[in-house]
């Protein structure tokens, strides 16, 4: 039996693609850049996932981030300008992003009324939460489960140990009942690796959201795949 969902919060509950084009849009005129265009998109989703699976696996670090990232995208796309001035700008407007997924401001008050609901996120914590704040979706977490603040990312087991130690230690069992164990939380979240991978690793049920229909490897025993979070009434009910 689930007793606590865990969300991933980028292109699981705000809608990071969505920023993300916006910004590139707005800051490539505001940064005299050529005029953005569609085909664009792949470029940094591609370079951004490939930095991101560097931090999960201890190569690079978080701070590091911010000379590699947009260098790195405009080499690709044949540009020339200040990656970090501009790395420093999409930070600053990510800050003020919160554009929900669709269907998550339905789901989230409904998950959140059934179970335990934490937020389960690489990223910077204040960052995350003033987003989730700006979205209205903050009142409806129980638990804020971000990376900076627990000191260790997904899919690092660490992260999730840390998060069910945090779970039983705020939310103690009634009297003769058990603590929460691993296979009682459902991680929700966009990303094979430090979602899936790391929820598997960690004993959890596993929900793969993959609206885009991504391809997924025959060998990842996922429990869950849905293309929409209204799906997982069916899955919980």
């Given at each position: 039996?689930?007793?606590?969902?865990?969300?991933?919060?980028?292109?699981?509950?705000?809608?990071?693609?969505?920023?993300?084009?916006?910004?590139?849009?707005?800051?490539?005129?505001?940064?005299?850049?050529?005029?953005?265009?569609?085909?664009?998109?792949?470029?940094?989703?591609?370079?951004?996932?490939?930095?991101?699976?560097?931090?999960?696996?201890?190569?690079?670090?978080?701070?590091?981030?911010?000379?590699?990232?947009?260098?790195?995208?405009?080499?690709?796309?044949?540009?020339?300008?200040?990656?970090?001035?501009?790395?420093?700008?999409?930070?600053?407007?990510?800050?003020?992003?919160?554009?929900?997924?669709?269907?998550?401001?339905?789901?989230?008050?409904?998950?959140?009324?059934?179970?335990?609901?934490?937020?389960?996120?690489?990223?910077?914590?204040?960052?995350?939460?003033?987003?989730?704040?700006?979205?209205?979706?903050?009142?409806?977490?129980?638990?804020?489960?971000?990376?900076?603040?627990?000191?260790?990312?997904?899919?690092?087991?660490?992260?999730?140990?840390?998060?069910?130690?945090?779970?039983?230690?705020?939310?103690?069992?009634?009297?003769?009942?058990k603590p929460i164990l691993p296979g009682e939380i459902l991680m929700v979240g966009?990303?094979?690796?430090?979602?899936?991978?790391?929820?598997?690793?960690?004993?959890?049920?596993?929900?793969?959201?993959?609206?885009?229909?991504?391809?997924?490897?025959?060998?990842?025993?996922?429990?869950?795949?849905?293309?929409?979070?209204?799906?997982?009434?069916?899955?919980?009910?």
């Open positions: 039996m689930i007793k606590a969902v865990f969300l991933d919060i980028d292109d699981t509950v705000l809608d990071f693609g969505a920023f993300v084009r916006s910004a590139m849009q707005v800051g490539f005129a505001q940064f005299g850049l050529p005029a953005y265009t569609e085909d664009m998109f792949p470029v940094f989703q591609r370079i951004n996932n490939a930095l991101w699976q560097r931090i999960e696996r201890g190569e690079i670090t978080r701070s590091q981030l911010m000379d590699l990232r947009w260098p790195a995208i405009f080499r690709a796309l044949g540009m020339e300008g200040d990656g970090r001035a501009f790395e420093l700008y999409f930070r600053s407007a990510l800050l003020h992003s919160a554009i929900p997924v669709p269907g998550a401001e339905e789901m989230i008050p409904w998950l959140s009324r059934r179970f335990i609901l934490c937020a389960a996120s690489n990223g910077p914590f204040a960052q995350q939460e003033y987003r989730l704040r700006q979205a209205g979706f903050l009142p409806w977490f129980h638990f804020l489960f971000i990376s900076e603040a627990l000191g260790v990312s997904k899919p690092e087991p660490l992260f999730f140990q840390r998060c069910l130690d945090e779970l039983n230690s705020r939310c103690p069992p009634a009297e003769d009942a966009d990303s094979l690796s430090s979602d899936m991978q790391g929820g598997i690793g960690s004993g959890l049920k596993t929900c793969y959201f993959n609206p885009e229909g991504r391809p997924v490897p025959g060998d990842l025993p996922l429990d869950y795949t849905i293309t929409r979070l209204d799906q997982l009434r069916s899955i919980l009910t």
